[in-house]
């Protein structure tokens, strides 16, 4: 086993590949999978509440009114009328929105409504880290809109009839409710978002530290003195796919292990059966990546290029395949492309698996089956090209091969 010693040794030589794209890019995936809330909300809808301040040195009935509908959304906080006080009130975070009313403002709004013309502003000031003042100033909008339109409206109207009638508009709201509906995500659910967000972790990782096996063990110098050994080729070819393999079940163990150590009460409400099946397709799965690799080497791919494939179809088969964006957001176009690639079928396997009841027997493993069927058959096909190509490139002078021979004879 000469051979599958001298594989390990050469990534053990290579190991920042496998702390990178493996390990690193694993935990990344804990981290974010451990941001997101899959818990099922209960309670009502509670509106959130924002600190606010109103400055009022018109004392008009409009700038009551614009005081009234902030007081509906928030809780007003007392702020001294001194530029000073301003500036620390919104700075230290004391309120959320500070808006002062300048003197004479109620007349000169309804002088301008009447007239056609645009509302004198507003002196207003608030946090941009948080939306709550934001979304004061847009009650502050919507007040002084409903105000215009109703001056509009009645040519005729007092400023406090103006205002009363504002007041009452914006005082109509929608209430809102927490519905429960089938199919609502779980805790379980976080470990699925794991398992597909792996996709990149994977196919990187594999392609590139199986890649650069196989392009380090097939160089011109080593195949011509393996050719020369007394090492059967076919043993020579059985010992490096065994590395390859290892590489790959280390990757499988690594990256399933932890993410069922760290989301352990996320797997606790998987069963048996649905936990099997998620092991058995992320395996699958790493068979793609295993032959994408190993056809980067029969054709004498140098690390760079390993690399870059390894990357940027990782990114594809990562997109396509719902780990960043979920599928039900995507247009059927791409949904149609998604169909085409390893990592949609990876991830449908994931969501049934993981939803799979205890006890269910083979029948309800027959998705998650159909997926993994086709996900050996891409496995398959790109080992074939992998092997067409090597035993192509095993008989080029490059490769150290029979041509190689024949030109040393002839020189």
Known sequence: MQVFKCALHVIRGHAVFPLVYIVGLSLMGLFMASSFD????????????????????????LSAGIAEALDEQGTAVEVADDRRAFQDAVAKGAV??????????????????????DPPALDAAYSFYAMSGAFMDEVVGSYLGAARTLALADAAASQQEVARAAAEAVAVRAEAE??????????????????????????????????????TMGRADVRRRNLASPLPFAAYNFQLALACLV?????????????????????AQISLEGLAWCAASMLAFCLVPLALGYLMGALGASGLVS??????????????GGAWVSLDLMAPEVLALAHALPGYWYSMACADAVHMAAGSGLGAAVPVLQCIGVLVLFAVALLCVALAAGRARMRTSAAGGNRAAASGVAA
């Open 38 to 61: 899959f818990s099922t909300a209960e309670g009502q809808f509670e509106r959130e509440q924002a600190d606010y301040a109103v400055v009022d040195r018109d004392g008009s009935a």
């Open 96 to 117: 959320d929105y500070l808006l002062v009313v300048p003197e004479g403002y109620g007349d000169a709004f309804m002088e301008a409504a009447l007239a056609g013309d």
């Open 178 to 215: 927490l519905i429960a509906v089938e199919g609502s995500v779980s805790e379980a659910d976080r470990f699925a978002f794991y398992l597909k967000w792996s996709t990149y972790t994977l196919f990187a990782g594999i392609t590139v530290c199986v890649g650069l096996l196989t392009a």
């Open 247 to 267: 590489v790959t079940l280390g990757a499988w163990a690594w990256s399933f292990g932890v993410g069922a150590l760290a989301f352990h009460e996320a797997v």
């Open 307 to 320: 690399n870059a494939v390894g990357n940027i179809v990782g990114m594809l088969v990562s997109f396509l």
